[in-house]
């Protein structure tokens, strides 16, 4: 069978698990108009869509620009609308006499559904469901796993590739342009988000973007990038330093490796997700660097950089086999830098399996 076929296929199981589970949430209807989800459901790559999805049929809507696109990457029915979607959605919803019609309320403008509203009969109402296809898309296939897998490979080449032209004096910005450019030139879609070179004092800045600051000798350089492939992210965050560490990087950097192993050690089916935050704090706390970790362990990943489950403190999702998530355990000191190492990892039927195959040793260069 084509792989393509295999694909349609995929999604179509998608719309009947939503499909099927439509009654037990006293639904008509599911409306999906949130890109990513819209994406999951459908296959369709394009920037405006909305998805309606009922027991035995979906339709998808969007703009003429789509409509040889749409016919390409959708095997359920397209709806080309000549006017707005708004006004598309609301005549389905008409014509199709659909009473309770399920929203992402996260996930749709409020002018968007004040607009729907105003255009469906009075016998209609939009009811808001939230997180259901998010917690569909937690649980990864085998073809989405082996898109991830391919995306952390290029990212991690790029990597390599681009770390052979670090040298003093370099500029952030320079860097960051090398990572992304190595990336594309491997086949990768897109950065998976705007990537982030921080050097120095900067480095205490966990979300730093890449300035014209220049990366000296004696410096500690964050390097945080992930590529998109096929749709699928990647992430990663690997450690520079220009010339010899002191005692206190080598002692910082032991302390934040020992913290993502431990940590990694912890992932597998049935954990908590705040069990796995936990164990990396426990070492952190062992040295004293506790308070300087200010955001979560990890979050999964896959069609968004950022997605559930989140591994934080007061998290209580369970960890399953085919999560794809990161493990990056941070410490970030004023006046000092930071030190983030983080991989892609895999929940697996025993454990977890670490995606990313490059070295997690500080990278002198």
Known sequence: MPTSRLRADEYAQRRGTVADGLAGRKLDALLVAFSPNVRYLSGFTGSNGSLLV???RAILFSDPRYQIQASEEVSCQVKIAKGSLVE???????????RRIGYEPARMTCDWLDALRGKIPARASLEPVSGWIEELRMIKSAAELERIRKSVEINSRAFEQAVQQVKPGMRERDLAAELEYRMRRLGAEKPAFETIVAAGKRGALPHAQPTDARIENGSLVVVDMGAVQEGYSSDMTRMLFLGSPSPKVRRTYRAVLEAQQSAIEAVRPGASTASVDRKARKVLEGYGLEKAFVHSTGHGLGLEIHEPP????????????????????????????GIRIEDTVVVTENGCRILTPTSKELRLV
């Open 54 to 56: 009922m027991p035995g």
């Open 88 to 98: 598309a959605v609301a005549g389905a919803i008409s014509r199709l006499r659909l």
């Open 310 to 337: 989140r591994l934080g403190k007061r998290d209580k999702q369970r960890l399953q086999p085919g999560m794809a998530i990161t493990i990056e355990p941070g410490v970030y000191l004023e006046g000092f830098g």
